[in-house]
């Protein structure tokens, strides 16, 4: 699978490592800010409810934005590759199952739960379930915007493992963290997500690993830099929904 596309922001993303204190941990350039699906994502961020236990709403405007954004990714070169990929080893994957196994909402708390969760909330932004850590977070652009926030919705802890890729398609990182998203701070006390990288890349390589190598780890190798992915799914009744999707790095 080729490494990234046009929407790669790897250059546009500076990684304090070694941390130094009074400097957030990611710096975004605003030129990252003007890649279409990192734009467009972006844009979905302040949609989402970040308590698993409260109903998703859209209102018709923001259902337009997300369905701009699915069929966006769902097109990009990258996401085709993936798909072909599939095809190509009998696993049938189409636009509709794209749709279903990421955006479909879907209970964390068990069948008659509130349908307030999905996998692209759960990766793409983060989670918050009463009495327990934060759930997911996988992604850096998402950590960027609540980092940046004013006031900061991020309390960084410590970064157990950065790993280049290649300077021009981005990085890998585990850390710590603390989250202020509803009124208290929350521990996410391991966290892995790609840095730099476009959506699309993402979406393409959790959703080859979700089919090919479900509930447990997926081999990658990038720059002959291998590490694993982990993906597990979740049913709800005949459905299956991604539950998770992050890199591995220990």
């Known amino acids: 699978m080729r490494m990234d596309s046009i929407n790669n922001a790897a250059q546009d993303v500076v990684v304090n490592h070694p941390y130094q204190s ?7 350039s605003p030129n990252a800010y003007s890649k279409l699906t990192i734009s467009q994502l972006r844009g979905l961020h302040g ?3 970040a308590n698993i236990s409260i ?8 259902q337009t934005m997300l369905d701009t954004f699915i069929e966006t990714i769902f097109n990009t070169p ?3 590759e993936a798909t072909n990929f599939l095809t190509t080893n009998n696993i049938t994957f189409k636009y509709e199952d794209f749709k279903i196994i990421w955006f479909q909402h879907f209970s964390r ?3 008659d739960g509130k349908n ?3 996998g692209f909330e759960h990766v793409f ?12 977070f996988h992604n850096w652009l998402y950590f960027a915007e609540e980092e940046n926030a004013l006031p900061s919705r991020i309390q960084y802890v410590r970064t157990n493992t950065h790993t280049v890729l290649n300077p021009m398609s981005g990085s890998v990182i585990q850390n710590s963290f603390r989250w202020n998203k509803l009124g208290a701070w929350i521990n996410k006390n391991v966290a892995s997500s790609f840095i730099g ?3 699309e890349l993402e979406f393409a390589l959790y959703t080859v690993c979700f089919y090919a190598r479900p509930n447990g780890l997926c081999p990658v190798n990038f720059y002959e830099n291998r590490f694993n992915l982990r993906t597990f799914e979740i049913r709800r009744g005949t459905q299956t929904f991604v539950a998770t999707a992050h890199p591995v790095l220990s």
């Open 22 to 28: 009074g400097r957030p941990l990611l710096t975004v």
């Open 78 to 80: 990258i996401m085709q």
């Open 55 to 62: 109903e998703e709403n859209f209102s018709t405007a923001e």
């Open 125 to 136: 932004m983060g989670e918050l379930r009463d009495g327990c850590p934060v759930l997911g």
């Open 197 to 199: 990288t476009s959506p």
């Open 116 to 118: 307030g969760s999905s």
């Open 109 to 111: 708390n068990g069948p």
């Open 47 to 49: 949609m989402y409810h």
